[in-house]
């Protein structure tokens, strides 16, 4: 008896094995992370240089990823940093890009002036099926003003200050013209 137990055991363990278990499904994604420095405050003015640290994890613990990577700038340039990298489980890699604030580029959102810049990467999750991952990480930074010398005028201002002093300029050379044909005569 004891015997026929012991078949029956091994014979449900032999056929446990035998038949196929459905592996979980592993999502495929990408995390990412995108910073100034120093991280505050994140007020700049035209003209200020915007240092951007920004990061592409792969938070799988089984696949590895291969990617293409790049910034896209708030004046629309794409600047590529990597392509075709392959980053291993769990495998992070880091990135710097610098900005120069220039007035043609500040967006209105939410009340405030900003420029937006947005990191982006694309590519595939090296499993089986292939699956498609990406990843979109944006960060807006507030501009307060424009620096005309030491001083600062904000943005919604100055726009109205150019021609202002455009005017003046103009208005300063045909006095001193009048002045100096008065003279002269």
Do not use: C
Not at 40 to 67: A, H, L, Q
């Amino acid at each position: 008896m004891k015997k026929v137990f012991f078949m029956l055991v091994a014979l449900i363990i032999l056929l446990g094995l035998a038949i196929p278990v459905a592996q979980p499904v592993v999502a495929a994604e990408l995390l990412g992370g995108k910073d100034v420095e120093p991280p505050s405050p994140n007020t700049y003015n035209v003209g200020d240089t915007i240092n951007y640290k920004m990061y592409v994890k792969n938070p799988s613990n089984v696949y590895s990823v291969t990617v293409d990577v790049w910034d896209i700038l708030p004046n629309g340039t794409r600047v590529d940093l990597d392509d075709d990298i392959t980053l291993l489980p769990g495998g992070t890699v880091p990135y710097t890009q610098s900005y120069i604030v220039d007035a043609d580029d500040i967006k209105h959102v939410g009340g405030e002036n900003v420029v937006i810049n947005t990191l982006r990467a694309e590519g595939i999750q090296n499993s089986v099926p292939p699956d498609i991952v990406d990843l979109t990480v944006e960060k807006s930074s507030i501009i307060i003003g424009v620096k005309v010398g030491t001083v600062i005028f904000p943005v919604n201002k100055f726009k109205l200050l150019v021609p202002f002093i455009g005017l003046l300029i103009v208005t300063v050379l045909a006095i001193t013209a009048i002045v100096v044909r008065r003279r002269i005569a």
